[in-house]
């Protein structure tokens, strides 16, 4: 009798647990019902072996030469780049033209009495001819001239030439004292975002940057957007740099604003078996595997599959593919060297997996909660029916 209460006593159990499972169901409350199973992607991922061969083809096709951008003969690429004038923004002779509000010193030599003396005391923008709002300037003897969108040269020509009836000879000097006519406008993550007067220094993107104190820690430099008029040009400020090629390095001109916007998904996720998990910032620099993975404190050796660092990259749109995996094989740590050279683009994900026993361990550990409520319930079980039988 003893040993058939023991045994009846478990059928109640396991369906007192069905029941408040199933339970659950019909608790109060609004559900919906939902089905978490997702098609395979296995057919939408390429999976590729991190090589040599693969690092050459994609340092070639980036335009790479090294960490420095050093050829072989030890040329900087951003030496090759000033000294080839075909490589450059524009090689057309820059000249300012003249616009409203401008001020402008006019000086007719061995004639005073043409010339407003600016005086000790006195500011050159105080004492010349401003630009009137009809683009034209005043001046004795001449009258009114225009000279707005004019070059200092032009206008330098037409005096000289209508003083020749007054003067002999005239010799005229004109120069822009007062640049308030053109301006641009630097915003976004700089140090010093503001207005930046257009003079008769040409101003290129890279001077305006340095102008305003440079980029912050917090700027996108692959995606500096320059605004004229209806038309957006995205310039990557990092490259330009990387490689030495100038021909980004536009003039700027009035009424273009040059904004560096912040870093926004221009980040390095690393994940998996690593002793600090993070997020890495490429705003300014470039980053390989390598570096990521030193970053987040390196692997964690006593969990991690050394042969399952994956670096996984969004696929282009066009290509039907949701992404391409590159795998690292480190289990020969030398194979590192490769990870060095294999740079990391924005949104990549590094993942390293767990070894098998890793995982093994894991499931030990999640199914050790449950194995030991088991053998509480039928000790407790067990228990009942002794002491119940011993009364």
Known sequence: MKLRRGWWCFPILSLSIAVAVSGCAFAPGGHIDYDTDSAPVDDLVDVEPITLGLVRTQQAASGQAGDAGVDGSGETALARAVANPQRQASSDPYEYHIGIGDVLSIIVYDHPELTIPAGSERPTEDTGNTVYSDGTIFYPYVGRIQVASRTIEDVRSQLQSRLATYVTEPQVDVKVVGFNSQKAYVTGQVERPGVM???????????????VGGLNGDANWHDVVLSRGDTETHIDVYSMLQSGDMRQNQLLENGDVLHIPDIGNQKVFVMGEVMDPVTLPMGNSRLSLTDALSEAGGMDEAQADAKGIFVIRQAAPDTGKLATVYQLDARNATSLVLGAQFMLQP?????????????WNR??????PTISSVYQVTRATRDFDELRDGN
Do not use: G, K
């Open 197 to 211: 007067p257009i003079t008769n220094v040409p101003m290129t993107i890279l001077d305006a940057i340095n102008l």
């Open 347 to 359: 949104t990549d994900i590094v993942y390293v997996t767990a070894a098998p026993l890793s995982r």
């Open 363 to 368: 499931v030990v550990n999640q199914l050790t």
